[in-house]
């Protein structure tokens, strides 16, 4: 544990403008971003007596190794600077707002030529414009079923649409008139994108406008006595009555709104939305939060807002007014109620007000959302009851066990997976507090001495941990560079200087490999070599699930109902899983390669501007080297080359 006073900055060197902070540990990663009105001021505050702090603020400053800054402008710009350095960092003592689910989205890409209606999860696109969440993607998929009748626009892949109109042919919703078909011309790409906004009109609430167009036009084809026609569009009404009802009116037609609820206690907190749009609720969210800091309920709201909208910063426009309403009522108001207020009215284009709901109809909604923040966290308590005494009881026994001095906060393991010596692959992966850091996970092909791949597996091994920590040992001294400039600018560094260190420069607290002792000797002559002497090493065997450590004749037998050992099988199978993974998908490639390959002179661009002229190996097979050479980029010997190499 570090004293915070041995890299306190000298109180001038702070200044007194507005900014965002960011506490480092002794590995240089970012474990704490904050933002201040007055940064002198807010930084005095985690310099105090440690005595007098709270517990989790004294956790945070006695982990750190320095304090970094960065003066702005503005306060809205300093909530904005904190969201995208906490999203980039995810620093672990920052509040996180865990999703409980990935919602899916109605998603209809207006950047493509031809837009398409899809689900779709994850981050968002630009370009794209959202409408949801939704609670099940099959909710979605009813809905769009329902309104192709009325507005049939295209819903199919690129593979799809792509050969549809190389061959002429529609797929089968082209033939049963719930696609209009641009694939094949028989809408003009500006008819279906128009089309395509008439959706995107009716998906935000503008319902009634297209209910009165179909009924004026069943009535005239009535009154024309073209009664199928008539009773076609009856039923495209029926279709849009269904659609609307799916989502019950809570509030006034014109009503754009966001009810947020917390419900919560000193350690974890729930959190659920409505987004409510033409007075209807459009989705629900929910999120479980662990207070990894000392906070209110109203810096809470605060964060989440900065959760739910600051994605809206990538979009403008319709998207960007769909993401963030006219109203967003909060069960507490945040402290810089004026400075979120200005900042959501710069991510609308309009007017954002930002209140807790007081009389009528929104604050029985807003109890409504409570209740279900109330379920929410009764739930998670109930799944999760004991998680977090149980991984740091599992973490104090690996400690204990391996006789470590402090508990093994990241872990890596490796595996090597292999088919009788082909196609060799190696996984890293990497829990950290117990839990999986998939996006640090890593993959290796083995290359071997001879780049033919490792005689056993101890040889893979070997090369396997040379290559990570040779990649650790490289990034901390490229990284070091950064953290000396800091050191000498007094703490105050630009916001676009280099950011995060490379990934490969945080050192694991215990490196686990997939194996007895002959796995573990490789690794320790690999660490040896390297001159690394502060990483843990151990191994767990498959058949006794006993813990070798380098060195020792006997291994580590830890109880079978232990924590611990359940923490290490489960960090030893997901090492399994990926390397399998890995290793498929390496022999998957390995024998689908193409003929084209071996084609000297005939790199990846050129085989692919091959095979999207000809459209298959098939066709590129028929043709002479007269074709081949009239490709852009081919020349008469490349082209005789290709015809030789398929005929042989």
């Not at 190389?166 to 011309?185: E, F, M, T």
């Not at 050479?629 to 015809?643: F, I, L, P, Q």
Request: charged share 30%.
């Amino acid at each position: 544990m570090a004293d915070p006073a041995t890299y306190r900055p000298k109180a001038g060197e702070i200044p007194t403008a507005p900014g965002v902070y960011r506490f480092r540990d002794e590995h240089g990663r970012v474990i704490y971003v904050g933002k201040a009105k007055n940064l002198r001021q807010r930084l005095a505050n985690y310099f105090q007596d440690v005595a007098h702090l709270h517990e989790r603020t004294q956790r945070m400053v006695t982990t750190a190794a320095s304090v970094e800054w960065t003066v702005v402008g503005t306060e809205v710009e300093a909530l904005a600077l904190e969201f995208t350095w906490i999203q980039q960092y995810d620093p672990r003592f920052n509040v996180k707002y865990r999703d409980d689910k990935s919602y899916p989205y109605l998603a209809v890409t207006l950047g493509e030529e031809v837009p398409r209606a899809q689900v779709m999860r994850g981050a968002k696109r630009k370009g794209t414009r959202y409408f949801g969440p939704y609670g099940h993607a099959w909710a979605i998929r009813e809905t769009l079923d329902l309104l192709l009748r009325v507005f049939p626009i295209r819903t199919c892949s690129a593979g799809v649409y792509k050969r549809a109109g190389q061959s002429g042919r529609p797929c089968l919703l082209g033939y049963i008139d719930k696609c209009s078909a641009p694939c094949v011309g028989r809408i003009s790409v500006d008819d279906h994108r128009a089309l395509v906004l008439d959706f995107c009109d009716f998906m935000a609430g503008d319902t009634a406008k297209f209910e009165r167009r179909l009924t004026k036009r069943m009535q005239e084809a009535a009154a024309e006595m073209e009664y199928e026609q008539a009773a076609r569009l009856r039923d495209d009404i029926e279709a849009l009555r269904r659609a609307t009802e799916k989502n019950a009116v809570v509030l006034g037609d014109a009503t754009d709104a966001d009810v947020f609820a917390l419900v919560g206690d000193e350690l974890e907190a729930a959190v659920q939305v409505f987004h409510v749009r033409g007075g209807r609720i459009r989705g629900q969210r929910g999120w479980v939060v662990e207070k990894v800091e000392d906070i209110t309920d109203g810096e809470l709201v605060e964060h989440l807002l900065q959760q739910v909208y600051g994605s809206a910063e990538e979009v403008d426009g319709p998207e960007a007014r769909d993401a963030v309403p006219r109203e967003v009522l909060v069960p507490v108001l945040p402290p810089d109620l004026d400075q979120v207020g200005a900042w959501l009215t710069g991510l609308r284009g309009a007017r954002v007000d930002v209140r807790v709901p007081q009389r009528g109809d929104k604050k029985e909604l807003a109890a409504t959302v409570r209740k279900n923040a109330e379920h929410a966290l009764m739930l998670h308590r109930t799944r999760r009851a004991g998680d977090l005494t149980t991984r740091s009881q599992a973490l104090a026994e690996i400690q204990e066990a391996l006789d470590l001095e402090s508990a093994p906060l990241r872990i890596e393991c490796y595996d090597i997976s292999h088919t009788q010596g082909t196609y060799q692959s190696a996984s890293m992966v990497v829990f950290e507090d117990g839990l999986p850091r998939k996006s640090e996970y890593r993959s290796f092909g083995i290359r071997g001495s001879d780049g033919d791949g490792a005689r056993d597996d101890t040889q893979a091994m070997h090369e396997v941990i040379t290559r990570r920590f040779k990649r650790y040992l490289a990034d901390r001294l490229k990284s070091g560079d950064v953290e000396m400039a800091a050191e000498l600018s007094g703490g105050e560094v630009p916001a676009d200087a280099p950011e995060e260190k490379p990934r490969f420069a945080y050192p694991p607290s215990l490196v686990v490999v997939d194996g007895g002792p002959p796995q573990v000797a490789a690794a320790k002559k690999a660490l040896d070599e390297l001159g690394i002497t502060d990483v843990a090493l151990c191994g767990l065997a498959k058949r006794l699930e006993e813990v070798w450590v380098p060195g020792d004749d006997y291994p580590v037998i830890l109880q079978r109902s232990s924590e611990g050992l359940y923490l290490l099988q489960r960090v030893r199978d997901e090492a399994h899983r990926f390397a399998i993974t890995q290793h498929r998908r390496r022999r998957s490639k390995g024998m689908t390669a193409s003929v084209l390959d071996d084609v000297p002179g005939l790199g990846p661009a050129r085989r692919k501007m091959l095979l999207t002229h000809f459209g298959s190996v098939k066709r590129l097979k028929a043709a002479s080297v007269e074709e081949i050479a009239s490709v852009r980029g081919m020349g008469d010997k490349t082209a005789e080359a290709v015809v030789a190499a398929l005929k042989g």
